[in-house]
């Protein structure tokens, strides 16, 4: 974990927590959006705004199945500022996007999609593991 954060071409050291500008610029730009939508969602604006915010939190936990179970970094998001607005944005645009054949639900999707098939004595079964899916935090 201390390696991670020290890779100084992604992480910086700041002088101060950013947090607090994030959520005051945020209100602001919600109050100006808002002065133009309808009446009857003004429910919607209060609950866009952010309340006992904090930054993002940083922490690990051991991957236990890998050898010598090294760190997966987690964040923390849902007390920031913005998390409320994701988690609005992600339900207005999921619906646009469909369902594409190459989503898996859960485990058990994969293994639906494979049980009929044939495979030859050459053919070899891989699996990739992701290094890290969200590489870039908000």
Known sequence: MLTLIADTNTYVPLDRDPTPKVQKDFQRHLAVVFRVVPPELESLYFTLLCHN?????????????????????????????????????????????????????????????????????????????????LPVCP
């Open 53 to 133: 915010i904090s930054a993002p939190a940083l922490y690990a936990l051991p991957k236990v199945r890998k050898p010598g179970s090294p760190m997966r970094p987690i964040v923390d998001f849902t007390r920031s500022p913005l998390h409320k607005l994701s988690g609005f944005l992600h339900r207005v645009l999921l619906p646009l996007l469909g369902h594409r054949g190459t989503d898996i639900r859960n485990s058990y999707g994969p293994i639906g999609k494979v049980y009929d098939v044939v495979l030859d004595q050459a053919d070899k079964l891989v699996s990739f593991d992701l290094k890290s899916l």
